[in-house]
Each structure stands twice: as structure tokens, then as C-alpha cells.
């Protein structure tokens, strides 16, 4: 059975960092593209990043420069660096195995 | 990019049939058959239910269907039942290799 669990979520101050996670099981981690997809409270979903399985990288352009996507196939774990945080990156981030399958999220808030 | 448009909201009764549209440009929508459906319940996990277009994933209702004309995709779900009743989104991969969701359309079964 597929399973994302994502985690590292909390409460930053604007300006702060968080390291997100996402460890998952039950597929070949290797042989997907991974991303992160995020949604603010009360507001549709947004796509943020997607590492691909030779390790190429894209970015929305809310979070180019800001955010980093990473992947360690050897631990099936996908991570998204998140620095310079905004009231505007408040939203529960989700890990997705090529847009096909979904963990449950994780909440970052970012406030003073 | 700008987020695909998708209706607020859409009702129906059970056993009827709904259409929920989702509207991009030809920059997304319009130029790739990379068009995909989502159902999502608050708080839950977000569910493939269609993808590149018009095809269902394994264990998906036959109910669930999907179509597009241009710049337009759309979802139609057919005997509509209460477990229906749930948040849809599109999505779309776009000519600057990103991907842009709709704002998402509430389903009400009545």
C-alpha cells in the first residue's frame, strides 16, 4: 500500500525556516517524480514544487529562490527547505507521488 | 500563472448527473492532454480521480467521467450519490513545466 507521511510542520515567525518531510513506502520512491502541493486555509490548492527522478527541480514562482526541493532515494524521503517564510506560505503543504497519490498534509503557520 | 477556473459551487440530486468545468488558457489546458481531477473531503488525503483527460485511475466509479474542448475540461459524475459530496479540483501542467490547479468546485448532493 502507498503511504506519504509528511512532517515538520509548526508555527515560524515571518523570516523564519522550516524543513518539511515526507517519507514514504509501499512504491519504488526512485522511480517517481515527487512534489509538493500546498493549501491555505479556506482556499484551493497550489501547486509549489516537483524534484524529478534524475533529481531535476522546478518551482512555482511564489517560492523560486525561497523554497528548495530535495529527495534521498535511499531513505524514500522527499524534503522542502522553506526559508524567508511569509504569512503567505500558511497553508497545509502535501507530499504527492506524481500528483497520484496524496499524504494527509502537514500545517505550517507562519506568524508573529 | 494563473489558476484555472473552476465554478464555487454545483448541486444536484441523487441519481442525476453534474458537470463541473475547469477553464485555462492555451498555455495549459488548451496545449497538453495533462488534465487531471481531484476529489477531496476536508482534512483527507486529495483523490485521483481522473486522469490525462479522460482516463480513471484503478478503482475509480465508472461514474466518474472526463472530457475536453479547447481550453475547457470538464468532469461529469452520473448517479450522483451522498458520498459525492466533496470539494473537485483540476489541474493542468502548463508551457513553463509547472502545474496550475483550478479554485476548486463544491459539490452539494441534495
Known amino acids: 500500500e502507498v503511504q506519504l507521511v509528511e512532517s515538520g510542520g509548526g508555527l515560524v515567525q515571518p523570516g523564519g525556516s522550516l524543513r518539511l518531510s515526507c517519507a514514504a513506502s509501499g512504491f519504488t520512491f526512485s522511480s517517481y517524480d515527487m512534489h509538493w502541493v500546498r493549501q491555505p486555509t479556506g482556499k484551493g490548492l497550489e501547486w509549489v514544487s516537483v524534484?524529478?527522478?534524475?533529481?531535476?527541480?522546478y518551482y512555482a514562482g511564489s517560492v523560486k529562490g525561497r523554497f528548495t526541493i530535495s529527495r534521498e532515494n535511499a531513505k524514500n524521503s522527499l524534503y522542502l527547505q522553506m526559508n524567508g517564510l511569509r504569512a503567505g506560505d500558511t497553508a497545509v503543504y502535501y507530499c504527492t507521488r506524481n500528483l497520484d497519490r496524496w499524504g494527509q498534509g502537514t500545517l505550517v503557520t507562519v506568524s508573529s | 500563472q494563473s489558476a484555472l477556473t473552476q465554478p464555487a459551487s454545483v448541486s444536484g440530486s441523487p441519481g442525476q448527473s453534474i458537470t463541473v468545468s475547469c477553464t485555462g488558457t492555451?498555455?495549459?489546458?488548451?496545449?497538453?492532454?495533462?488534465v487531471s481531477w481531484y476529489q477531496h473531503h476536508p482534512g483527507k488525503a486529495p483523490k485521483l480521480m481522473i486522469y490525462?483527460?479522460?482516463n480513471r485511475p484503478s478503482g475509480v466509479s465508472n461514474r466518474f467521467s472526463g472530457s475536453k474542448s479547447g481550453n475547457t475540461a470538464s468532469l461529469t459524475i452520473s448517479g450522483l450519490q451522498a458520498e459525492d459530496e466533496a470539494d473537485y479540483y483540476c489541474s493542468s501542467f502548463t508551457n513553463i513545466y509547472s502545474w496550475v490547479f483550478g479554485g476548486g468546485t463544491k459539490l452539494t448532493v441534495l
Open positions: 524534484v524529478g527522478t534524475a533529481g531535476d527541480t
Open positions: 490525462e483527460v479522460s
Open positions: 492555451s498555455n495549459d489546458v488548451g496545449a497538453y492532454n495533462y
